[in-house]
């Protein structure tokens, strides 16, 4: 019988975890292949063994745990900041009837800024110290993660919101026991997508402007024609990022095991 | 102790005036099971919005035991036609809603939910989340999330309405056993005939646009009702009664 388009069950557990491993086996093969065969000029693209040499070499003697240690938490602080502001922003755009006219202009018009651009004003302000990282950050994925959260407020059902009244909550029982509560799994998604935003701004601040991190090793790397290291990074950056996204992942399934979702995701 | 006066309720539908309630009066007793049938559009969830505060009507009032009511409170449940239990909540915590919120002792709450358990035939589920049971289930919890909440009045919006057929004979069935069991005031829409007939002590039939009462029956037949009833000839008879009221 012919494999009908979105009737299949999606792969799980080993199974899912061979695929993994098969695609990063093909991915390191080719890799070595176009380096080792000397179909690429090293000084393009570094052989596997010289990126692993690189990276113990970074660990050793020039504290490659430190950097990623400072962009963690610049990480941490810039993002954290974000979501204090941005959620409660946005639950409030959604419930409030006021809150929409006074804010959705603003945050469009934030919105459209590069926060790329926003970054020399940011060192004119705050200097090239850890704040004006943290504020790339934090204005970067601010106005999306406000914006993601108003849009999962607004989905909340109206009927859960009328069965609450007339159960006997009041507004703010309202607001605690239902609007919150059912917008937690969307806005841990919206978390989830932006915190991968929040790592371009961090490695842009730390290129542009800083003595330590992980963008700051990619830009010095570069300058010295070091390719190993910069790959190596770069690769530190996208384990980190995996990491992060398998944290969110496995958090939702356990924060939310009533979601209709916490089924279907790995 | 249920009392509408003169209600009525127009609103603006593509800049046009719409009419859908016009001085309507109605009263419910105490201890009685009302049913108003009326066809589809006539305005019958906005009557029930309105009477549980959850809609402001444009003109009229609204009583109960006498006081003026303007806002949604617990003293009128309504049940809904669509699903509208908690998913984040396990059928117990889902039926203890009301009563967390009043800040109730928890043996109070634990003996309240525990009988409405046993009532619904819900022992076994008490800990499932919303999503792992069936339609017919969730109205069932959503019928013994509103009465732990000891409404005064009990309105209720085509619950079974989103149901199969078989099951929905079943919870016509389950809610006449309740009703003679507890005995609590209901106010009841639907637009099945044989429904209401089934299950109320008196029937309405309302008119649509604006809604008024064309005509009301008083449902002959003696408690306890089975299913067995439906299909009785006198059954048969009223029902067309009603039928024929609500087309012409």
């Known amino acids: ?266 | 102790m249920l009392q509408l006066k003169n209600l009525s309720k127009t609103y603006t539908q593509n800049g046009q005036q719409v009419e859908a309630i016009k001085n309507l009066n109605l009263s419910v007793s105490e201890r009685e099971f009302i049913a108003l049938v009326g066809p589809s559009g006539c305005g019958k969830t906005t009557l029930l919005k309105i009477i549980a505060g959850l809609a402001s009507p444009s003109g009229g009032e609204i009583f109960l035991d006498g006081k003026k009511m303007l806002n949604p409170g617990k003293d009128r449940g309504l049940v809904f036609q669509q699903f509208t239990l908690f998913p984040w909540l396990t059928v117990r915590k889902n039926i203890s809603f009301g009563l967390d919120i009043q800040h109730l002792s928890s043996k109070e709450k634990a003996d309240i939910v525990d009988h409405y358990l046993g009532v619904t035939g819900l022992k076994d589920f008490a800990e499932f989340y919303p999503k792992n049971l069936s339609g017919g289930m969730q109205q069932r919890v959503a019928i013994a999330r509103t009465l732990a909440n000891k409404p005064k009045i009990l309105l209720m919006d085509e619950p079974f309405g989103s149901l199969d057929s078989q099951t929905r004979s079943q919870m016509q069935e389950f809610l006449t056993q309740l009703w003679e069991a507890e005995r609590q005031t209901i106010l009841f829409i639907t637009h099945d005939v044989g429904e209401a007939a089934f299950l109320a002590d008196t029937v309405y039939v309302l008119k649509r646009r604006p809604m008024e009462i064309k005509n009301v029956f008083s449902v002959p037949f003696v408690r306890p009702r089975t299913h067995a009833l439906k299909r009785t000839k006198a059954f048969f008879e009223f029902e067309n009664k009603i039928a024929q009221e609500l087309e012409r």
Not at chain 1, 25 to 50: K, M, R
Not at chain 1, 68 to 95: D, K, T, W
Not at chain 1, 184 to 211: H, K, M, Q, Y
């Open chain 1, 1 to 266: 019988m012919r494999t009908l388009l979105f009737r299949h069950t999606p792969l799980r557990g080993l199974r899912y975890g061979m695929v993994t491993i098969a695609l990063f086996l093909i991915a390191l093969s080719l890799w070595s292949i176009v380096s080792y065969g000397g179909f690429i000029s090293p000084l393009f693209l570094p052989t596997p063994g010289a990126v692993m040499a690189a990276v113990i070499q970074l660990y050793k003697d020039f504290n490659l745990l430190e950097d990623i240690g400072l962009s963690i938490a610049r990480i941490l602080m810039g993002f954290g900041l974000a979501v204090a502001i941005a959620v409660p922003i946005g639950v409030y755009l959604a419930i409030s009837k006021i809150g929409e006219a006074v804010m959705e202009p603003v945050l469009s018009f934030i919105r459209y800024i590069p926060p790329s651009a926003l970054l020399p004003l940011f060192l004119l302000w705050f200097g090239i110290g850890e704040t004006s990282k943290i504020f790339l950050i934090c204005f970067g994925v601010l106005p999306y993660i406000a914006f993601m959260v108003y849009d999962v407020v607004a989905q909340t059902k109206t009927e859960l919101v009328d069965a609450a009244y007339t159960l006997g909550a009041d507004n703010a029982q309202v607001l605690w026991t239902v609007i919150v509560p059912s917008s937690l799994p969307g806005i841990w998604d919206t978390l989830r997508i932006n915190i991968g935003a929040a790592w371009t701004f961090l490695v842009l601040a730390e290129i542009i402007a800083s003595t330590t991190g992980l963008g700051h090793l990619i830009i010095t790397s570069q300058r010295f024609i070091k390719t190993p290291n910069v790959i190596a990074a770069i690769g530190i950056i996208g384990l980190l990022g995996y990491g992060t996204d398998l944290f969110f992942k496995l958090t939702y399934k356990l924060f939310f095991p009533w979601s209709e979702k916490a089924h279907a995701s790995t």
